[in-house]
Structures are given as C-alpha cells and as structure tokens.
C-alpha cells in the first residue's frame, strides 16, 4: 500500500474545471466578523504561536510547559497540560453567565420539541457520568454509543469525557456485524444504546440489533438503554439498564478527571481500503483547540446565534461541530433526529423558520436533494435568519451552491464549503466568512495556522495544476493513530512522501492559489458525503455462499455524488432475476449498513484480469460509466471485457 501509484480522478473534475465565478465578501458581514484578514498573517508567521494563543481560550487545568513536540508522524501539542474537555464546553458557561443560555434545541422526527439549558446538560452529563463511574467504567475504558440524534447521545459523551473514559460513538445505521466489529476492536467495556429510533416514520429497533452484535462482543459488562419510543425489546437482567432509572439515583456533581492534553478523548471508526475500518484516534488538548477555534472563525459564532448543524453524531462532523466545537463556543445549537423530507420535503425549513437558525451547515448531497424536491419548500418559509451556510462531505458542484446560494442564502449569506476529514479532527481547508472571497466548487485555503499543498508524487509542488492533496505541518487535531495499528497508520498516511500527511485526495490549485478538491483517489468511495471502502463490499460480497468474486467500483451519481456498482461472479447455476440482486444488495446492507448498498450489480461469467491475476477496476469503472474502454492489452482474456460491456449496455 506505500507509495502506490494513483493517479487523480479526471471523471470527478467535471465542471469544476471551468468555474470562474468569484464572490466577494459584503461589508457588513465583514464588519461583524471574528475573523479579520489580518488572521492569516498572524498565523502563517508563527503556526505555533497561533495555536497556543487559541489554546489559551479554553479551560486548563494546568497550562502546557511545550506547544508541540514533532517527530513525523507523531505529534504532542500543549505538552504537559492537563484539562477535561468538559469544563470548557460546560463548567465554564454554567459559572459564565450561560447558565441559562438554550444549548440544546432538539427536535426528534415525530415532532416532539425539548430544550436544555447549560445548566441542564451539565447537570445530566454530571449525573451520567456518576452512572458511569458506578457502573465500573474507569479512566481510559472504552465505552461504545450506538444511539440516535437524541440530545442523551450529545449527554454520552460528555459523560464519557467528564471522567476520562473513551467513546467511540458507531452509526445508528450500522448493521449488527459493523457495531460488533468496532467494539470487539477496542474492546469497549460498556454500550450505550436505545430502544429505537425513529427514521422516515419507521422504528429501527437500535436495542435488537444491538443484542445480535452481543452475541459476540465478550468484552461488553453492561448495557444502557435510553427509553427513546415504547418499543418492545429483550432486556438481560444483571447486564442491561434503564437509562432513566439509573439516573433516578445519581448525584448532581461529578468532578472532572483531569486529562493529560495527550490523552485519547475519543475513537471513531472511518474505512479503510482494506476491508478492516480504521479506528481513528482523537487526544484532548489539541483536539479541542482545533474545533474551538475553526467553530469561531468558519462559523462565526455569536452568543445570539441558532446553529444548525444537520449530521449526526455518528460521524466525525457531529463530534467536532455539533458536541465539541459549538459547546466550547457557549453556542444555542439545533439538533434534529430524523430525515429531511420526514413527513414533508419541507421539514428542515419549516425547522428554520421555527426555530430563527441563523447558521446552516449540511452536506452537498443534501442540498442536491433539495433541488431536486423543488424549489417549492424553501419557499414556503421565511428563511430570512440565516446569515451564513456551511458545506462538508464531498466536492460540491457549482450548480448546487448556486442553488444554495440563492434559494437558501438569498444571495446575502457567506458559504463556506469546508474541507477536512475524520482524521483531521477539524475544518482544514476553508473560507473564512467575511475575509476570504469565494468561488463555487473551490474549499479556497487553508485555515489560518494550516499548511495544505498539492504536490505531485515525488513530492514537488505543483504551483499551478493537478496533484495530491497534502498537509505539510503538524495542526493541532490531527489524529495521533488508529486504534492497535501503528504500522498501518504510518503505511496510510505518511509513506507517499517523506513526513507529510496524505489525505487520499486528488485536487488541484489554480492561479489565484484556491484550492479545488476533486476526491479520493484511493480504493475509498464518498457515497453522499460518508467514505466507503470498496474492499469492505467486495469481501462482504464474497462471502455470500453464491457468490465467487466479486470487484466495486465507484462510479458518478446524480444525486449522492458517487455510488456503487458491482460486477459479480456467481458459482453453479444460480440465475438472478430482479428479485435476487434485491437480495444480494439487502445482504451487503445487512452486513455493514444501507450506505454501503450497490446501486447496480452486473453478473459476469468473469472479471477483467492482469495477467498477474488483478482486478482491473478501472476498466470496470469506464464501463459502468458507459465509457470507450481504455488500453486492453494487459488483459488475459480481452472478450472478458467485451462481454461485460454487452451485458452493462443490455441491461
Ligand atoms: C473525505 C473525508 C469531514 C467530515 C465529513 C466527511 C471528502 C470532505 C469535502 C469538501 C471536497 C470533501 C474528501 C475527504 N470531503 N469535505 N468540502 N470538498 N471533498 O468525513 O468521512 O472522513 O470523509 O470527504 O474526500 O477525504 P470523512
């Protein structure tokens, strides 16, 4: 896997290429904003000293004697420190004049309406960790948090970090064998779950799948169940509890657990390009520093302010910019439980004008979907509260921000599309609203204190054209390792080029030195804004009893940005019909979950081969694109090919 050759995606670069619009910040947001352009200079003077001074601004303990400490690939920032992120993201507001500030606005998808206040978020997640602690978890214990968007999974893990245990918080909507697999590979000692959750008007029933993942997690003590429905449910005496009930009973204050600033504060699980996740490895100080300053800066955060974030806390972007970075801010932040066109396209807005969301943040594939819906939904609300809209998750089309732009942001709001990643730990390449003039489709530069170049793969720079994206200084929330891997996080991220992080992504940098991030450029599919590895489906394919090879490729999609084709080999006489691929699809989204479902599955009597026995993906992907077939000479048996384009082309 070091130092594959990859090439960039020329297929992703689309329209991308030809985007020349340019859109300058208005005075008057310019005016009210945190960040000044002065920022950038500040910082690109002294990385370091930018960093610390943010540092700073939260809670310590006991301040760092060192800022940063790099000998590639790892890195220790505000070495000697000690903090418990919960103090500033909590104790600070209660003591600050927040104490009765909303932090929490919560809708769940039935339409039940609840808010908290500072003072009760802290006083649960003080009330849950005490739980916590008397159910046995200690100071760097695992802890999993399989639970839905309920103001309870923002409360875990807190709870968790109130006493220096690990979360590693996994999708709701993980399949059973992808929540087994997580827990057993850091041996969490408790699971934190629900009865159910509610999505487009159905039940999942979270606890049930749970038990089945249980079967076989032998390092799992005890269970608590937060009561979200009235579903039914096995509950195993001695090892499963009521949230509530526990609750009931626990005290009102928890003293913090007083971190080393290195200390690990979370994993969370991304894909790999091998079929094994990687368990993403997140430490306290700098961490929190990374998400406190991008929060004020990209969302120029404001003590009257209603901040949307739309993801879930499943993902990288709800730890960072919906429990760590907005709180750290004393922010009044919405959190929504169910889907956007649930029971109306026109739910996410009618939830902005309710509630007056001044700050937008979603992903492009949702905006997409949005267009698609119609204009009609939008336009039935007064959406004139916003003031600024945020993109993450995938390159975004020009058409679509456009549309954002103008049917969401009337034309007088700043979009930040946002770059970054589950390893980054925070926003790495962004406007910065009020200063950086923007251009559709372009993330622009690189966070004050940020270094981000493309770079070609010897290393050179590229100053103006294609390349790999690349981070060239240590930053604060960088990860610091996966989880029992050190070698594959070495072989992942620093063996392209000489002490330099690889993010697997194609881009590229124009005249005006804006960056234009293109995708990956690795074995890993962005399916609506969430990564997929392809070896994952193809080893979950293969081990269905019918099937005797399998190849996935990640072909454009309309509407989720990319999604999966497979091209299958079935043994015997097995013949699919309609019904079938229906089923091999529900198998792939049984094992690991519905994102990972095939769009497509081709059946083919064989696969296109090296004559050393490889996949050719790539020509896999030009035919299920419809493309002209590229160079075909290394292939053992050429009609392979030929018959497999029939066959796409018939279907
Ligand atoms: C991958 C990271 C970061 C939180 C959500 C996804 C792609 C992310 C952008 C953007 C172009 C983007 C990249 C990256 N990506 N944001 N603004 N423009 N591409 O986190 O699941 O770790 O995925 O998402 O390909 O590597 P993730």
């Not at 029933?205 to 009561?227: F, G, R, Y």
């Amino acid at each position: 896997m070091a130092k594959k050759k990859t090439s960039a995606p020329k297929e992703q670069i689309g329209d991308l290429l030809h985007e020349t619009r340019k859109f300058k910040p208005s005075a008057a947001f310019s005016k009210q904003a945190n960040a000044k352009k002065a920022i950038y200079a500040q910082a690109k003077k002294n990385p370091v000293k930018f960093w610390e001074k943010m540092a700073g601004e939260l809670v310590w303990k006991k301040k760092w004697s060192k800022a940063l400490e790099w000998k590639a690939p790892d890195a220790k920032w505000f070495v000697g420190g000690k903090l418990n992120v919960t103090e500033t993201c909590l104790d600070q507001h209660i003591t600050g004049g927040r104490k009765n500030k909303a932090a929490l606005i919560w809708e769940g998808e039935p339409g039940e309406k609840r808010t908290m206040t500072y003072q009760q978020l802290y006083r649960d997640v003080n009330k849950f960790a005490n739980v916590l602690k008397s159910l046995g978890i200690k100071k760097g214990d695992r802890v999993a948090i399989y639970l839905p968007m309920i103001p309870e999974l923002v409360i875990a893990m807190l709870s968790c970090a109130r006493i220096g245990a690990v979360h590693s918080v996994v999708f709701g909507g993980f399949s059973p064998d992808s929540l087994r697999d997580r827990i057993n590979d850091s041996e969490c000692k408790m699971l934190i779950t629900a009865d159910g959750a509610y999505r487009r008007g159905q039940i999942l029933p979270l606890k049930h799948d749970a038990d089945i993942s249980l079967q076989d997690c032998p390092s799992i003590e005890n269970v608590i169940i937060v009561k979200r429905g009235d579903f039914l449910l096995r509950f195993k005496e001695g090892r499963d509890h009521w949230y509530h009930r526990l609750m009931q009973d626990a005290d009102n204050y928890c003293k913090p657990t007083y971190m080393d600033s290195e200390d690990p504060l979370f994993i969370l699980y991304t894909s790999g390009t091998t079929g094994k996740p990687k368990g993403i490895v997140h430490t306290c100080g700098g961490y929190l520093t990374g998400v406190y300053t991008t929060t004020k800066f990209v969302f120029d955060i404001k003590d009257d302010d209603i901040y949307w974030c739309t993801a879930d806390c499943g993902w990288i972007t709800g730890h960072s910019y919906i429990t760590y970075g907005p709180l750290a801010n004393g922010a009044t932040q919405v959190i929504y439980e169910g889907a956007p066109n649930w029971p109306d396209e026109d739910r996410f807005w009618a939830m902005v004008e309710d509630y007056g969301v001044t700050i937008f943040y979603t992903a492009p594939t949702a905006i997409r979907a949005f267009m698609k819906w119609g204009r009609e939904h939008p336009d039935k609300h007064k959406l004139d509260t916003l003031r600024l809209l945020g993109t993450v998750g995938e390159p975004i089309n020009p058409e679509a921000w456009i549309w954002y732009n103008e049917v969401i942001g009337k034309k007088k709001c700043p979009i930040v599309d946002t770059w970054w990643q589950t390893e980054t730990g925070h926003i790495m390449i962004t406007p910065l609203p009020g200063v950086t003039p923007t251009k559709p489709g372009s993330a622009t530069q690189p966070f004050p204190g940020i270094e981000a170049k493309i770079l070609d793969e010897n290393g050179k720079e590229v100053k103006q054209g294609g390349g790999f994206l690349a981070i060239t200084k240590p930053w604060p929330g960088m990860l610091r390792g996966i989880w029992g891997d050190k070698k594959r996080f070495v072989d992942t991220y620093w063996s392209k080029w000489n002490d330099i992080y690889f993010p697997g992504d194609g881009a590229k940098i124009d005249k005006d030195k804006y960056l234009w991030v293109l995708g990956r450029i690795d074995d890993e599919v962005n399916i609506s804004g969430h990564r997929i590895s392809t070896m994952e489906v193809e080893s979950t394919l293969v081990a269905h009893p019918d099937v005797v090879e399998a190849a996935i490729v990640g072909v454009p999609h309309e509407m989720k940005g990319k999604c999966l084709v497979a091209f299958v080999t079935l043994s015997g006489d097995t013949v699919p019909n309609e019904k079938y691929i229906q089923r091999l699809k529900d198998f792939v989204a049984n094992k690991i979950g519905a994102i990972a479902k095939p769009e497509k599955i081709i059946f083919t009597a064989d696969l296109p081969k090296t004559r050393s026995g490889k996949i050719m993906r790539r020509l896999l992907r030009d035919i299920a694109m419809g493309k002209v077939l590229g160079d075909t000479t290394t292939l053992a048996d050429p009609d392979v090919l030929s018959r497999i384009k029939k066959r796409y082309e018939d279907d």
